[in-house]
């Protein structure tokens, strides 16, 4: 099954009835902001009915909640009626606030990133999570740390060459694949030994380097890409210390599996519980 070509849109017309919104008071009333997630969320499901399990299904509710709270970007255009989602980005907080406080990060992880299919290949994507990264930086008061994960080359050449994000081995970040590992069907989180995940000895920065759009959608291991590889080596190292301090003793890097991840899910609880 394969995505149809649709025409592209006029795009200096389109520009002038385009904007980005990062609030539902740039709206006309809720009920807009509320029919845009719906937009958005059937959007997502209907890209996954042709790539499944890229990405994680929500409900317009889900991402209306993280619209009100000033955590998405969403570009709209409107020629008369209602407004019509173009784009859409969210930044998920993986901590707790009270978490966050404690180890002087917060790490966002990039999701619900999809652009609609008439309007991709127009740059709309880098944008868009440009302005994202500039909204969540103005309002976080630790150090922003952003991850993401994706099976897609194109999907990774935007991200690495548009917002400037790093591929990274998950081995090397336990702590931070903890956050980010939480698919239903494969994480160890859920006591599946994930085979999607990128193996180390393809997680180097040639093998990144090399990493071009393949023919059709580009798939690949699912690879994780980190804002700054220096503070997300800081964030394990803060976590380490933290846990050995909590009597927890401390995952060093190289290997992920259930025990691994328990082991960490129990001291981001034991941080909530100080």
Sequence with gaps: MSEKLIPKPDLTKFKEESRFITTPDELGNPRQAYNLCAQISGEITKYNTIHPHEMLEKTPQELLD?????LSV????????????????????????FQAQILGFQVYEAGSVITMPEYRNLGIGKEGSDRLVYVIQDQCS?????????????????????????????????YLTNLTCTCRNCSELFGFSC?????????????F????????????FCT?????????RMFESVCRRKSEQLGLGSVQAGRIDVDIMNQISNFYQKLNEQ
């Design 209 to 220: 380097n090399s990493i071009k759009v393949m023919e059709g959608n580009g798939h690949m």
């Design 66 to 70: 993280q619209f009100q709270r000033g």
């Design 74 to 97: 969403i570009m709209t255009h409107q020629n008369g009626g209602e407004p019509k989602a173009i784009f859409h980005a969210t930044a998920y907080p993986a901590l707790s606030d």
């Design 142 to 174: 630790q150090i922003p740390l952003w991850c993401a994960t994706n099976k897609q080359a194109k999907a990774f050449l935007a991200m690495t060459h548009g917002a400037k994000m790093v591929g990274a081995d998950y081995y090397d970040f336990p």
């Design 224 to 232: 994780l890409i980190v804002s700054d590889i220096d503070q997300s």
């Design 195 to 207: 085979q999607y995940r990128r193996p180390s000895a393809f997680a180097t920065p040639e093998i």
